[in-house]
Structure formats: structure tokens, C-alpha cells
């Protein structure tokens, strides 16, 4: 199975939140499976494809070349997709993947979650995307939704939308399931 992570590329970020790449990662490669990610340093992109990497898995990147110019590309992708854009990049990862899974991150992360979300909703894949709620890192982000769903900006039943999941361990347990 190929696996899009989204995630934080941020150093200066809590070394606990890092540690969730390196599981994630670790697993990824023992039971087989491909990363596919934004294919730059930094945060828990690096932790993620390094523990991939470090277990004998294997690693896809897409880059745009504004990443490659700005010094942050990586060099432990098998496979190294260079793009324009980073519009390019999310629809190329959308593309390859088969599930996507966020991990805590900022803008660029929210981006590419709602971009795999909106794309859903219109019926343009129907990939699951799961998001890793961390100790609460995203209930802001769900409490939006089901303000969303009480004012009727949602659909009460919605064919698409992503998977809240609030440990690493219930992350593999829906993955495995797949």
C-alpha cells in the first residue's frame, strides 16, 4: 500500500511530536508498505522517511522546485518527483497514493488536508484520509466541523470525510484494516 504523509517540516517542534514520524515510519516499512511525501528536510518529514528508510522501506518524495532552490531537499527518496508548484505536488501525491495520513503540522499540512478532503467531497477519489488528533492537536479543527454540521454548511451525511484518530496506536489499527 502506498501511504501520503502530510506533516510538519518544523525542527523547532517538540521531540515527542517527532517520535510519531518515526513509528509511523518504522511500521510503514515493516509491513511493506511505501511512504509517499513532500520529499524535503526538516521536522517529522525527515523523522518519517529516515525511520522508513532505516527499516528497509521505501520512500517516494515530490518536491517542488521552490523547496529544491530554498536548500531543503532530501536525499533518501528511492523515487524523487520534481514539480513547479505546490499545487502540482498535492495533486501528484493525491494521484500515487492509496490512503493519506496527517500528522501534526501548520499551514502547509492543513493545505494539503483540505485540499484531499474538498477533492473527496466533489467525488474526484475516494482514498480514506485519516488525521492523527494528538493529544488534541486538531479538536480545534473538529469542533469546526460540527459547527459546520449544526449551521448546515456539512451535509448531514457526508460521502466523504476524513477519520479522526486520537493515538498512533489506533492510526496502524485503521491502517491495518485496509
Not at 520529499?39 to 523547496?67: C, F, Q, R, Y
Request: proline share 3%; aromatic share 8%; hydrophobic share 35%.
Amino acid at each position: 500500500m502506498k501511504i501520503a504523509v502530510y506533516c510538519s517540516a518544523k525542527n523547532t517542534i517538540p521531540e515527542e511530536y517527532k517520535q510519531l514520524g518515526a513509528q509511523l515510519g518504522q511500521w510503514i516499512a515493516e509491513h511493506r508498505h511505501t511512504l509517499i511525501y513532500g520529499g524535503a528536510t526538516g521536522g517529522l518529514m525527515t523523522e518519517t522517511s529516515n525511520a522508513v528508510k532505516a527499516h528497509g522501506g521505501k520512500v517516494i518524495g515530490v518536491i517542488p522546485e521552490g523547496i529544491i532552490r530554498a536548500g531543503r531537499k532530501a536525499k533518501n527518496c528511492d523515487r524523487l518527483y520534481v514539480v513547479k508548484s505546490m499545487a502540482m505536488r498535492k495533486q501528484l501525491m493525491r494521484r500515487k497514493t492509496d490512503v493519506i495520513v496527517c500528522l501534526p503540522g501548520s499551514y502547509g499540512t492543513l493545505d494539503e488536508m483540505f485540499d484531499v478532503i474538498a477533492s473527496g467531497t466533489v467525488g474526484e477519489h475516494n482514498k480514506p484520509i485519516y488525521i492523527l488528533n494528538y493529544k488534541g492537536f486538531y479538536e480545534g479543527l473538529k469542533m469546526q466541523a460540527q459547527h459546520m454540521h449544526s449551521l448546515h454548511f456539512l451535509p448531514e451525511e457526508e460521502a466523504y470525510k476524513p477519520h479522526f484518530v486520537d493515538s498512533m496506536d489506533q492510526l496502524i489499527n485503521e491502517l491495518t484494516k485496509l
